[in-house]
């Protein structure tokens, strides 16, 4: 995870809090996109991102030939808890602008993206996202099955045996990239998943990407919990209690 350091600092420059506020009011955005209206060159906006990027404020992700910039709140959220959360007077609140960061849209309408740092190798995290054993572990007792195969059928089944999603393998490239559609079971909805695993200074940076997802969806605080249990459980040994309320929030899927 990002030093609390490398947020403030990013955090101190005006424009890249109006970058910020750009990803905020519309996220996913291209380099050019993020350029428009601002009063300066692509290769100066572009070393702003690297900076936001290296306190882990934005995460990047491709499309094709595309860098979309993604806004992430986790370090905001991080801010937020250690320092304003404790205090109640509504003028500190005022002053930082944060909360009303972190209580709006921080994601495009339709598309969610989360990243997190591991402290483990990619292989393991790929086995934690891909076996049953593990699965059970930190998913309040999901199981994942399939042979992982490009085009082979999956299934999330609960503790008792019933199925609760199906999809279909799209790629999977070990300790690498994982994607898979996914259709919630009575929702009469199919969206789709993209793992994707980089090593990031002796750890592993893995991000998630859902979409489309609707703006009523609890799927996004479902996998801030699924992916902060897997987490704990590769580092520490033990899952959060708080995945115990996920399955209530991913039936909105």
Same mark, same amino acid.
């Given at each position: ?5 490398? =947020?403030?600092? /990013? ?27 601002? /009063? ?5 906006? !572009? ?10 404020? =934005? ?10 910039? $993604?806004?992430?709140? =986790? ?8 320092? &304003? @959360? ?14 009303? /960061?972190?209580? #709006? ?9 989360? #990243?997190?740092? &591991?402290?483990? *190798?990619?292989?393991? +995290? ?5 076996? @049953? ?7 309040? %007792?999901?199981?994942?099955? *399939? ?8 299934? &999330?089944?609960?503790?008792? %045996? ?6 279909? +393998?799209?790629?999977?490239?070990? $300790? !690498? ?25 002796? #750890? ?5 990407? $859902? ?14 919990? +699924? ?25 909105? /899927?």
């Amino acid at each position: 995870m990002a030093a609390m350091d490398d =947020v403030f600092k /990013a955090l101190a420059d005006p424009t890249r809090r109006d970058l910020l506020d750009r990803l905020l009011a519309a996220d996913g955005q291209t380099l050019n996109q993020l350029c428009t209206g601002l /009063a300066m060159t692509r290769q100066a906006a !572009s070393r702003h991102l690297a900076v936001l990027e290296g306190a882990n404020l =934005v995460v990047a992700t491709w499309k094709g030939r595309e860098k979309l910039h $993604h806004l992430n709140r =986790v370090p905001l959220q991080q801010v937020y808890d250690r320092w &304003i @959360g404790h205090y109640h007077q509504p003028r500190l609140v005022a002053l930082t602008g944060l909360k009303q /960061a972190l209580e #709006s849209q921080t994601m495009s309408d339709n598309e969610f993206v989360y #990243s997190i740092y &591991i402290d483990a *190798s990619a292989e393991r +995290i790929w086995e934690a996202l891909t076996q @049953g054993e593990f699965t059970r572990q930190y998913w309040s %007792g999901r199981e994942l099955r *399939s042979s992982w195969a490009v085009g082979a059928p999956l299934e &999330i089944v609960t503790e008792d %045996g019933t199925p609760e999603v199906t999809g279909k +393998i799209l790629e999977a490239v070990p $300790h !690498s990239r994982l994607s898979y559609t996914w259709f919630s079971i009575g929702l009469d909805r199919e969206s789709n998943v993209l793992f994707e695993l980089k090593p990031f200074a002796g #750890s592993v940076q893995l991000t998630i990407t $859902h979409w489309p997802l609707p703006a009523d969806s609890r799927a996004r605080e479902g996998w801030v919990a +699924i992916l902060s249990s897997l987490k704990s459980l590769l580092e520490t040994g033990k899952p959060l209690e708080a995945t115990r309320s996920w399955p209530r929030q991913a039936r909105s /899927a």
